[in-house]
């Protein structure tokens, strides 16, 4: 069972930035994609990035394409989301979170929340105006 942790969140005023962490462990040779998902209460979670455990093409959605850059440090097992020109619109609850992938993946979505099966506990972003 993978274990995930997410850290950084805050309040930022509008067109600041702030860096989330997610420390992934419980896992052993396996190929993981971590995706960062967002949630407003009342709507759905959405997935914002993701990026595979073994490969280096990054997945954005639209909305944070261009502002948000997810990286992976192998090393410290944690996947960042560096988040630049936030705006208001970007306050929500951050999630990170895993699933399996078969094989050695240069590339995964975060399309699909139902895929992911480990969540972190999430971290509150605020951006005020």
């Known amino acids: 069972q993978v274990q995930l942790v997410e850290s950084g969140g805050g309040s930022v005023q509008a067109g600041g930035s702030l860096t989330l962490s997610c420390a992934a462990s419980?896992?052993?040779?396996?190929?993981?994609?971590i995706g960062w998902f967002r949630e407003v209460p009342g709507k759905e979670r959405v997935g914002i990035a993701a990026?595979?455990?073994?490969?280096?093409?990054?997945y954005y959605a639209a909305s944070v394409k261009g502002r948000f850059t997810i990286s992976r440090d192998n090393a410290k097992n944690t996947v960042n989301l560096q988040m630049n020109s936030l705006k208001p619109e970007d306050t929500a609850i951050y999630y990170c979170?895993?699933?399996?992938?078969?094989?050695?993946?240069?590339?995964?979505?975060?399309?699909?929340?139902?895929?992911?099966?480990?969540w972190g506990q999430g971290t509150q972003v605020t951006v005020s105006s």
């Open positions: 419980g896992y052993t040779n396996a190929n993981l994609c």
């Open positions: 979170a895993s699933r399996v992938t078969s094989g050695v993946s240069r590339y995964c979505s975060a399309r699909s929340a139902e895929r992911f099966t480990s």
């Open positions: 990026m595979p455990t073994g490969g280096d093409d990054p």
